[in-house]
């Protein structure tokens, strides 16, 4: 970006922020700055992302980031944790009656969910995001979540067997490489990738019958 | 880095590298740095690994590291290198007869590779590593390269079905995702992982059955 380019923006700042401030409340500022945030984090190597870029593109201070996240490193951990808990209530929270059908809609959602977020889906999961222990807790503890979400549906004899955790903990890493593949390629449709997350669910459950049986 | 720092070591080349250099052929001195180099590059975050650590415990001196990896970063790309050719090397470059017995030589050397590698392999799929969209293509292209090995034993026109390859590139998601779960758990043998392996891939192949008929 060029100074040229720069100007006209932090002049619209200097006499906008304090206007702006009032127009936002402090719950949509913070989500704001955490699309943007997000934005940003995806797109370009962390020590690249400019906070005073995002500050422009918000209409506001630097300072005013800063008030919200006391660090770039805070600011930049929020809009995983925020994109997370997105990508969580979008797949798993679903409010469906029955197992099957929280199941159809959770695979309807994920794989929209990754053509909407393409990018951020593909930056955290590939891990180029960052060179952190605590990304990759926290990206481990979402799969830990969707496990629970999937375990907590089977009879409770089937609920710890090791044998069926470790299959379900590869659907999900399955599930992942599929939908990394569809980025790289879309030549398979929404539908097909459904049905090839389902039918490999189906016989990953069909190997441990056995522990459904009380 | 100070100068101060920087002295002692380059007197310390001067008068330990030739002696050094005589006991190792070139080759086996490299092997070495590049083995003390992925366990500590696996084991801590990148910016606390040491060279001077290293340098002593390969018996030489910080300088000759240099002399093999002109960078940090170069050192850390080389011992990643290395690690993912030896993996390579030890799953899917077999020389058995039959695709069959190729895949399952294939996986127990795989599970094999990940009960003698835990740290590193965790490390570098969990991408707990690096900060760098570098490392996620290196990760990216073994998996694309182990894919090839599989398509390769394919009926030609079963190849170039993106379902198909979608498909694998999931099993491989799944097999990553399986080795992880095993490594935390520990609690589900090398054989019930590998029949796991098996049966899944079975499955996925069993659903492009039409594929493999001309």
């Given at each position: 970006?060029?100074?040229?380019?720069?100007?006209?923006?932090?002049?619209?700042?200097?006499?906008?922020?304090?206007?702006?401030?009032?127009?936002?409340?402090v719950?949509?500022?913070?989500e704001?700055?955490?699309?943007?945030?997000?934005?940003?984090?995806?797109?370009?190597?962390?020590?690249?992302?400019?906070?005073?870029?995002?500050?422009?593109?918000?209409g506001?201070?630097?300072?005013?980031?800063?008030?919200y996240?006391?660090?770039?490193?805070d600011?930049?951990?929020?809009?995983?944790?925020?994109?997370?808990?997105?990508?969580?209530a979008?797949?798993?929270?679903?409010?469906?009656?029955?197992?099957?059908?929280?199941?159809?809609?959770?695979?309807?959602?994920y794989?929209?969910?990754?053509?909407?977020?393409?990018?951020?889906?593909?930056?955290?999961?590939?891990?180029?995001?960052?060179?952190?222990?605590?990304?990759?807790?926290?990206?481990?503890?979402?799969?830990?979540h969707?496990?629970?979400?999937?375990?907590?549906?089977l009879?409770?004899q089937?609920?710890?067997?090791?044998?069926?955790?470790?299959?379900?903990?590869?659907?999900?890493?399955?599930?992942?490489?599929?939908?990394?593949?569809?980025?790289?390629?879309?030549?398979?449709?929404?539908?097909?990738?459904?049905?090839?997350?389902?039918?490999?669910l189906?016989?990953?459950?069909?190997?441990?019958?056995?522990?459904?049986?009380?």
């Open positions: 970006m060029t100074t040229a380019l720069r100007r006209p923006r932090s002049k619209a700042k200097r006499a906008a922020a304090p206007r702006v401030r009032e127009r936002l409340t719950g949509a500022r913070r704001q700055l955490l699309a943007l945030g997000l934005t940003a984090f995806t797109a370009q190597p962390y020590d690249e992302v400019s906070l005073d870029e995002i500050a422009r593109a918000a506001v201070s630097r300072a005013l980031i800063f008030h996240f006391p660090t770039k490193r600011f930049y951990m929020a809009t995983l944790q925020a994109a997370i808990a997105d990508f969580l979008a797949t798993v929270e679903s409010k469906a009656d029955s197992p099957l059908e929280r199941l159809f809609l959770g695979l309807d959602a794989f929209d969910y990754v053509e909407r977020h393409a990018v951020s889906y593909a930056a955290i999961m590939r891990g180029g995001i960052g060179s952190d222990p605590e990304i990759s807790k926290m990206v481990d503890s979402t799969r830990t969707i496990l629970e979400k999937i375990r907590v549906e009879p409770e089937a609920r710890d067997a090791p044998q069926l955790r470790t299959a379900l903990r590869g659907w999900i890493g399955f599930m992942e490489a599929t939908a990394l593949d569809w980025i790289d390629h879309r030549d398979v449709s929404h539908e097909e990738l459904k049905e090839l997350a389902l039918r490999t189906a016989a990953l459950l069909g190997e441990h019958a056995a522990l459904f049986v009380t």
